[in-house]
Nanobody, 120 residues
Framework: VRLVESGGGLVQPGGSLRLSCVASGFTFSSYAMSWYRQAPGKEREAVALITSVSGNTNYADSMKGRFTISRNNTKNTVYLQMNSLKPEDTAVYYC??????????????WGQGTQVTVSL
């Protein structure tokens, strides 16, 4: 399993960024995908999730209305469109997939992360 994020960078408050995550090593279209983030000195937190087939989405409260998660199953890619960015959105953003392991186990896989910095 491999998850490779891209698209991070430095952006001014109020700006936008689009993160991408290319997945490989599993049947991408069959599994929900998530974005998490971790700010300095804080625990990793869930940002958004998108289901596999229906594409239903769920967001953390602080991201609702500003962030949009989407996926392209033909490209094995999940996206996170981030608008109206705030300094408190500064964090390393991680792509994640939780996949079955063995008979009844689950394992969460992570990408290497991409840094998003919101600053003047």
């Amino acid at each position: 399993v491999r998850l490779v994020e891209s698209g991070g960078g430095l952006v001014q408050p109020g700006g936008s960024l689009r993160l991408s995550c290319v997945a490989s090593g599993f049947t991408f279209s069959s599994y929900a995908m998530s974005w998490y983030r971790q700010a300095p000195g804080k625990e990793r937190e869930a940002v958004a999730l998108i289901t596999s087939v229906s594409g239903n989405t769920n967001y953390a409260d602080s991201m609702k209305g500003r962030f949009t998660i989407s996926r392209n199953n033909t490209k094995n890619t999940v996206y996170l469109q981030m608008n109206s960015l705030k300094p408190e959105d500064t964090a390393v953003y991680y792509c994640s997939a939780q996949l079955p392991v063995g008979a009844a186990g689950l394992r969460r896989y992570w990408g290497q992360g991409t840094q998003v910095t919101v600053s003047l």
